[in-house]
């Protein structure tokens, strides 16, 4: 559940929504206070994607520091 900064309430309206790669960058406006913040909402794909790119760069980091081993 997404909540405002602010003040905490929950209930909040999308003024602006944004593709981004792998992810979409909401802007909100928040219904109690009208504080304006912005959330980044990930797939459970575009989070796949990046746990499989940072185990790959891990394991080449590894693979220079330990020649393979």
């Known amino acids: 559940m997404i909540s405002c900064p602010t003040c905490g ?4 309206r999308v003024e602006e929504t944004r593709n981004r790669d792998g992810f979409y960058q ?3 406006i928040c219904n109690n206070c ?3 913040f912005i959330t980044r909402e990930y797939s459970s794909m575009s989070i796949s994607r990046l746990l499989t790119e940072a185990q790959e760069k891990a394991l080449d980091v590894a693979t220079r520091l330990f020649g393979g081993r």
């Open 34 to 36: 009208g504080n304006g």
């Open 9 to 12: 309430h929950t209930r909040s």
């Open 26 to 28: 909401r802007r909100r």
